[in-house]
């Protein structure tokens, strides 16, 4: 067959552009790309009545004959270089009608390719509408962040109330890099915030989202489910975890019916929490949630974990999500006390789940001067050590954010090993980075309330606990994904407004709320600059899960001194940095501006949280 010049000059061309592509510095302008796609019922079965997509981004619909028998509906999302480059961005909007059924799968894994000299991150941003009745599955494979590159994303998920309500499967799925050149979390920034709204008769009932799934992973520093038609696989995810966390030793809680529910083969290391809950009070607008969240060591056993827990969707769709990526079949072995003994006595390795999120350069220990805190008058420096003394009774000791479920799955290691004191370190830092960057901002917030730059002196308290109100709906909405740490949250928080209204007046303080508002609220009406109420909250958490270790014997009460101390020093920066942020908050737009960047940074800590309560045997409340 004979090839003409122009042919073989776009064949090569064409192959220039993917060895650039293997080489991680792809050369093309950046661009944006749009992909519309809506699924309706006609005659009884699910056709795609829309497609439509401009580069980067890519609609690919898929027809197998075992999905065409479902009467489902399913796409692939797929990109004409492979992946992202810094700049682009995609916009993605997806619409189900009611009754129908669609699935959006992915190609292969995204590639974010590192970003140009102007630093801009690729961009994503998905608008799904899902009317009664109807199910929309998203399960795309992993997102795979190449070194030195940037992403962003944005969900959001627009649900319709009624008898039947409309239901949802999301994975959302984040792959450490490019591991096998080893780059492992070599990326610079990773940004994700999801929302959920409730609608009826086609409108949302508030502008907030009633549910907020937001995390920030920077240099150095899951599926939902929702719906009566996704209950199967709700269910599944809590025996998952079940098995899973029998696997690494720990002692699960009694009467779980596990016999009819077994795991495919794993070979590496795969910790798995899940926590449900009510999603909203509302009479009309009540909804259940079941979120999951995974961190493995291999791409492999996230695959077969979803794939098994995915299974009921067959028969909705037709085939199950991620059929496609399983090349092996077994069934995951009885755990048995050789077994965990074997496991134990492996060394812990650098690809230790626990490690990564605090694989951050050492934060530097910055001299006093440098906090710029005001001087605090005598009054002020009294209330100060009575806000943060260890007796106040807020219950903050009766739960160990995560630590107690952390050390029963392993990953903590193994206890009196040589490391076992850095692991302990890490996690309660990891855990106070996080906590600081999302529960700290709100600490911000709620202190600003009082200022006169916010409440004028002509308003009235009840006008001030109304937008106090309103933001801690706004914290509630991204701990409704966690129940586990919504509820060790609220406990303490009504622990903290109880003392608030006995210590500075019934009428100017709430009767329950979140910790991180009601501690705001009150470091204001004690009269304390907000930056110290941001290091008092700080330090408060630190303490509590410090104190948490030395109950669970991870580390002794002298050492324990040693340890609070060193992982202070080591939030210095992030302490500065939450110091920065309190510029933004002049006003309540501001302070709205402010709580959409709050994210929490440590997964792995979410983990952990959310398998607290599969623990039979527990110390702790969570």
Not at 7 to 23: E, P
Not at 234 to 260: E, T, V
Not at 495 to 519: E, K
Not at 587 to 614: K, N, W, Y
């Given at each position: 067959?004979?090839?003409?010049?122009?042919?073989?000059?776009?064949?090569?061309?064409?192959?220039?552009?993917?060895?650039?592509g293997?080489?991680?510095?792809?050369?093309?302008?950046?661009q944006h790309?749009?992909?519309?796609?809506?699924?309706?019922?006609?005659?009884?079965?699910?056709?795609?009545?829309?497609?439509?997509?401009?580069?980067p981004?890519?609609?690919?619909p898929?027809?197998p004959?075992?999905?065409d028998?479902?009467?489902?509906?399913?796409?692939?999302?797929?990109?004409?270089?492979?992946?992202?480059?810094?700049?682009?961005?995609?916009?993605?909007t997806?619409?189900?009608?009611?009754?129908?059924?669609?699935?959006?799968?992915?190609?292969?894994?995204?590639?974010?390719?590192?970003?140009?000299?102007?630093?801009?991150?690729?961009?994503?941003?998905?608008?799904?509408?899902?009317?009664?009745?109807?199910?929309?599955?998203?399960?795309?494979?992993?997102?795979?962040?190449?070194?030195?590159?940037s992403y962003?994303?944005?969900?959001?998920?627009?649900l319709?109330?009624?008898?039947?309500?409309?239901?949802?499967?999301?994975?959302?799925?984040?792959?450490?890099?490019?591991?096998?050149?080893?780059?492992?979390?070599?990326?610079?920034?990773?940004?994700?915030?999801?929302?959920?709204?409730?609608?009826?008769?086609?409108?949302?009932?508030?502008?907030?989202?009633?549910?907020?799934?937001?995390?920030?992973?920077?240099?150095?520093?899951?599926?939902?489910?929702?719906?009566?038609r996704?209950l199967?696989?709700?269910?599944?995810?809590?025996?998952?975890?079940m098995?899973?966390?029998?696997?690494?030793?720990?002692?699960?809680?009694n009467?779980?019916?596990?016999?009819?529910?077994?795991?495919?083969e794993?070979?590496?290391?795969?910790?798995?929490?899940?926590?449900?809950?009510?999603?909203?009070?509302?009479?009309?607008?009540?909804?259940?949630?079941?979120?999951?969240?995974?961190?493995?060591?291999?791409?492999?056993?996230?695959?077969?974990?979803?794939?098994?827990c995915?299974?009921?969707?067959?028969?909705?769709?037709?085939?199950?999500?991620?059929?496609?990526?399983?090349?092996?079949?077994?069934?995951?072995?009885?755990?048995?006390?050789?077994?965990?003994?074997?496991?134990?006595?492996?060394?812990?390795?650098?690809?230790?789940?626990?490690?990564?999120?605090?694989?951050?350069?050492?934060?530097?220990?910055?001299?006093?001067?440098?906090?710029?805190a005001?001087?605090?008058?005598?009054?002020?420096?009294?209330?100060?050590?009575?806000?943060?003394?260890?007796?106040?009774?807020?219950?903050?000791?009766?739960?160990?954010?995560?630590?107690?479920?952390?050390?029963?799955?392993?990953?903590?290691?193994?206890?009196?090993?040589?490391?076992?004191?850095?692991?302990?370190?890490?996690?309660?830092?990891?855990?106070?980075?996080?906590?600081?960057r999302?529960?700290?901002?709100?600490?911000?917030?709620?202190?600003?309330?009082?200022?006169?730059?916010?409440?004028?002196?002509?308003?009235?308290?009840?006008?001030?606990?109304?937008?106090?109100?309103?933001?801690?709906?706004?914290?509630?909405a991204?701990?409704?994904?966690?129940?586990?740490?919504?509820?060790?949250?609220?406990?303490?928080?009504?622990?903290?407004?109880?003392?608030?209204?006995?210590?500075?007046?019934?009428?100017?303080?709430?009767?329950?709320?979140?910790?991180?508002?009601?501690?705001?609220?009150l470091?204001?009406?004690?009269?304390l600059?907000?930056e110290?109420?941001?290091?008092?909250?700080?330090?408060?958490?630190?303490?509590?899960?410090?104190?948490?270790?030395?109950?669970?014997?991870?580390?002794?009460?002298?050492r324990?001194?040693?340890?609070?101390?060193?992982?202070?020093?080591?939030?210095?920066?992030?302490?500065?940095?939450?110091?920065?942020?309190?510029?933004?908050?002049?006003?309540?737009?501001?302070?709205?501006?402010?709580?959409?960047?709050?994210?929490?940074?440590?997964?792995?800590?979410?983990?952990?949280?959310?398998?607290?309560?599969?623990?039979?045997?527990?110390?702790?409340l969570?």
């Amino acid at each position: 067959m004979r090839i003409s010049r122009a042919a073989y000059c776009a064949c090569s061309n064409h192959a220039l552009k993917d060895l650039g592509g293997l080489l991680g510095a792809p050369r093309r302008n950046p661009q944006h790309g749009s992909a519309s796609l809506a699924a309706a019922c006609v005659e009884g079965r699910t056709a795609l009545v829309r497609v439509r997509h401009a580069a980067p981004a890519r609609l690919l619909p898929m027809q197998p004959a075992a999905i065409d028998r479902s009467g489902a509906a399913w796409c692939a999302l797929g990109s004409f270089g492979g992946g992202l480059l810094g700049g682009d961005a995609v916009d993605l909007t997806l619409s189900v009608g009611c009754g129908a059924s669609l699935a959006l799968v992915t190609q292969a894994s995204t590639k974010v390719y590192r970003t140009k000299r102007d630093c801009q991150p690729a961009r994503q941003n998905l608008e799904a509408n899902v009317a009664a009745g109807g199910l929309l599955v998203v399960a795309p494979d992993p997102l795979v962040p190449f070194a030195d590159s940037s992403y962003a994303q944005r969900l959001r998920f627009c649900l319709e109330s009624g008898e039947m309500p409309a239901s949802i499967v999301v994975v959302d799925w984040l792959g450490s890099g490019r591991v096998a050149t080893g780059e492992r979390w070599a990326f610079r920034r990773y940004s994700s915030r999801a929302e959920l709204f409730w609608k009826q008769d086609g409108v949302s009932q508030t502008e907030r989202a009633d549910l907020v799934e937001s995390l920030v992973i920077e240099a150095g520093d899951e599926p939902n489910s929702m719906g009566p038609r996704g209950l199967d696989v709700a269910a599944r995810l809590h025996k998952a975890a079940m098995r899973l966390a029998s696997r690494s030793g720990a002692r699960i809680r009694n009467g779980a019916d596990l016999d009819d529910f077994q795991l495919p083969e794993i070979s590496g290391k795969l910790t798995m929490g899940v926590t449900s809950g009510k999603q909203r009070q509302s009479d009309a607008l009540t909804g259940s949630v079941t979120v999951a969240r995974l961190m493995a060591e291999k791409s492999e056993d996230v695959y077969r974990v979803l794939h098994s827990c995915l299974d009921p969707l067959a028969r909705e769709l037709g085939v199950a999500p991620y059929s496609d990526r399983i090349h092996g079949h077994g069934l995951m072995p009885q755990v048995t006390g050789s077994w965990i003994a074997k496991e134990k006595e492996k060394k812990q390795t650098s690809t230790n789940p626990s490690t990564v999120l605090a694989s951050s350069p050492q934060a530097t220990c910055h001299n006093p001067q440098d906090y710029n805190a005001a001087a605090l008058s005598f009054m002020q420096q009294m209330a100060l050590c009575q806000l943060t003394d260890a007796t106040l009774p807020t219950g903050g000791f009766a739960h160990s954010a995560g630590l107690e479920a952390a050390d029963q799955l392993g990953l903590l290691g193994v206890r009196d090993a040589p490391d076992s004191y850095d692991k302990v370190k890490e996690f309660i830092l990891s855990l106070a980075r996080s906590n600081n960057r999302l529960h700290g901002t709100f600490v911000i917030g709620a202190h600003h309330l009082v200022s006169s730059a916010v409440v004028a002196s002509e308003e009235t308290e009840s006008k001030l606990l109304e937008r106090w109100q309103e933001l801690d709906s706004m914290l509630h909405a991204h701990l409704a994904t966690n129940e586990v740490a919504s509820r060790a949250s609220s406990h303490q928080g009504a622990g903290v407004a109880r003392v608030a209204r006995s210590w500075v007046g019934q009428q100017c303080m709430p009767r329950n709320g979140h910790t991180a508002t009601v501690f705001g609220l009150l470091s204001a009406k004690l009269g304390l600059p907000v930056e110290v109420a941001v290091h008092a909250f700080a330090y408060c958490g630190v303490r509590d899960a410090v104190s948490a270790a030395v109950r669970l014997n991870l580390v002794g009460p002298l050492r324990a001194v040693e340890l609070q101390s060193s992982i202070l020093a080591e939030l210095t920066h992030d302490l500065l940095r939450s110091s920065r942020e309190v510029a933004f908050a002049k006003d309540f737009d501001g302070i709205r501006t402010l709580m959409e960047s709050a994210a929490g940074c440590a997964p792995l800590v979410d983990v952990a949280q959310a398998a607290h309560d599969l623990l039979e045997a527990r110390l702790f409340l969570t």
